[in-house]
């Protein structure tokens, strides 16, 4: 979820669509059962290839009139992109690997976005507590694990993504959320992505943004690096996240951001996958995971005690010291 995106309407019973604004009222209709090492979930997701698809979820997630909205007012994203992402990734990948604690994880996910509502420009009133915008964010999780299958792992049969479906329901009951809005079948769910690609998303401010990468602010550990290097390196960072996110674009969804897209560029597009499918195989393993997934394949297998603390993000990562005990911000207590 985008972490700083978190707001809250009046609860109701019943959610409405994009236009609406209605609340979960939280709770779990069943006990969660969390997700183990031996699903696929646990395969796919966490792994640092993952970043190749950063500008795809950001935008993807932004493009939801609701989403879009609660960034652009509400998040400090564009301030500081590179720490806010990389110290999300630990409690949303939490959500997956912290075993019997994830349910308590993915509460904290949902609770960093209640105080985020308004009115767009257009006089929409907007929540990211709306199941249904809630539910979006986590179905850019779920369509990312099924494209790092696809693109960096080798593929997927039709019985793993059928797999990794029932998964993702299982994943989604850890934030307490209503599951009124999420599909029952993976048909459902196809039919449910191919709707919301051509008939919900917007091209709006917020999904733009994430695009442009051109005033990029630094890491506060790379302030070493001089400017006009950080301005060649955002040239070159700026071409290739939009040649791999333009690649992973629904066809419906590259038309309503105005790219385009030719078979040649498929045809590198292919081999770049390749070569990332060869360092995920014989790569070294732990590297390329993150910290998070890392340390519960450690508590599954007995390498660490099961009730080991979790990982958090090291300080570098932390937001701004201003906005450091703020309820919408995950802001752990590090060295």
């Given amino acids: 979820m985008t972490q700083e995106m978190s707001e809250t309407c009046p609860a109701s019973s019943d959610a409405m669509p994009a236009s609406g604004c209605p609340v979960s009222g939280g709770g779990y209709d069943a006990p969660p059962v969390p997700l183990g090492p031996d699903s696929l979930t646990w395969k796919y997701f966490g792994q640092w290839t993952g970043l190749f698809q950063g500008t795809w979820a950001g935008s993807m997630q932004n493009m939801h009139p609701q989403l879009g909205a609660a960034v652009k007012e509400h998040s400090i994203f564009f301030m500081e992109r590179i720490p806010r992402l990389m110290r999300s990734i630990y409690p949303i990948g939490g959500v997956v690997f912290d075993g019997h604690r994830a349910p308590q994880t993915g509460a904290e996910v949902r609770d960093y976005h209640i105080g985020i509502k308004g009115v767009d420009e257009q006089g929409r009133r907007y929540s990211a507590l709306n199941p249904e915008v809630f539910y979006w964010a986590h179905a850019t999780f779920f369509k990312s694990t099924l494209l790092a299958a696809e693109k960096f792992a080798g593929g997927l049969t039709e019985a793993d993504k059928r797999q990794l479906f029932d998964e993702h329901i299982s994943w989604y009951r850890m934030y307490g959320m209503s599951m009124r809005p999420v599909p029952k079948t993976w048909e459902e769910f196809e039919q449910y992505w191919d709707h919301m690609c051509r008939n919900v998303l917007e091209n709006n401010w917020a999904a733009r943004e994430v695009m442009d990468l051109s005033t990029m602010p630094k890491h506060p550990s790379l302030q070493w690096i001089p400017d006009r290097l950080w301005a060649l390196n955002l040239k070159v960072m700026q071409r290739f996240l939009t040649f791999m996110t333009v690649a992973l674009y629904d066809p419906p969804v590259r038309e309503l951001m105005g790219y385009s897209w030719s078979q040649r560029q498929q045809w590198w597009h292919d081999r770049l996958c390749n070569v990332i499918t060869l360092v995920t195989k014989y790569g070294p393993k732990r590297a390329l995971m993150h910290p998070r997934k890392r340390?519960?394949?450690?508590?599954?297998?007995?390498?660490?005690?099961?009730?080991?603390?979790?990982?958090?993000?090291?300080?570098?990562?932390?937001?701004?010291?201003?906005?450091?005990?703020?309820?919408?911000?995950?802001?752990?207590?590090?060295?």
């Fill in 295 to 335: 340390s519960a394949l450690d508590r599954a297998s007995g390498r660490l005690p099961v009730d080991a603390p979790l990982v958090q993000t090291p300080a570098r990562n932390l937001p701004p010291r201003q906005y450091r005990g703020m309820p919408q911000f995950y802001c752990p207590k590090v060295d």
